[in-house]
């Protein structure tokens, strides 16, 4: 009898061990203002960034303190970043002139191009689906009437004079965009994507056999060649937003059926033929 409860007591003992060691310790979580929540071990902070590295990695990651809405620490404890306190963007853009402000004329914004895994963007395919979603509205020129789309060049322009880029274009307000652009609408994308990668191993043989006289023993000269494939996968999530006149007038979020390359593209075209700019013809 004794014997049973020391043998139980251990087992417990043992559970609990276990349990804890795979809870692992307590992660903090920042709270970004778009509403991401990323669990991570902060060992860094400072008045414009902090540091922190993801579960499993010691690699460190810097984010503004700018996008966070606020911390809440594996301590307890909980800090909330007032948008005052980093507002160098707002300040920018009090010393650029309002534009006058050209009626039934859209925008499009830089498109943040954001690796999900690692919060790193890409400036490069920032600019490749910026320039994808406006020739995606001239070609459907006939099909947003009255609207016309303010040239690229014009908007990336107003936008640098201000301080604007794809990496702090969600910390300035709508209504202070419209101004800087000097335009009543404004269309908004943003692509969040990670990438898994499998692979498969295929082998092929080959040969000749060889029989003896006896007719029971069986040599052979085998080749055997294996071929490693892998396939790369991408899982995207769109998110597509549509302002006038300060209002949000459309806001949807699409995650392609492919798994492929370049699947946002088709994503992007699809909720903008459902948006409420454009009409049929």
Known sequence: MRTSKALFTVLMIFTTLFNFAQGGKKLDKIIKRDYQIIECTISKMSDTTVEYSLPGETLQISIDVSKIARIDFASGRSQTFDVSQNNNVQASNQSISAQEIK??????????????????????????????????????????????????????????????????????????????????NIVAVKVSYNITINSTATTYNSGNAKVSDNNKKVTTNDVSTTTANNQSYYYYTVYFDMYKNKDKIYSQTRKPFLAVKDSWMESVSYLLKRSPIYTKK
């Open 103 to 184: 009626p039934n004329t859209i925008a499009v914004l830089p498109v943040p191009y954001i690796d999900s895994d690692n919060q790193e963007s890409s400036e490069d395919m920032a600019k490749f689906a910026q320039n994808d979603l406006y020739n995606k509205l001239l070609d459907k020129s006939s099909n947003i009437l009255p609207l016309t789309v303010q040239d690229l060049r014009t908007t990336n322009s107003l936008l640098h004079k201000a301080g604007i880029d794809y990496k702090n274009i969600d910390e300035t307000p709508i209504e202070d965009l419209e101004k800087i652009l000097g335009v009543d």
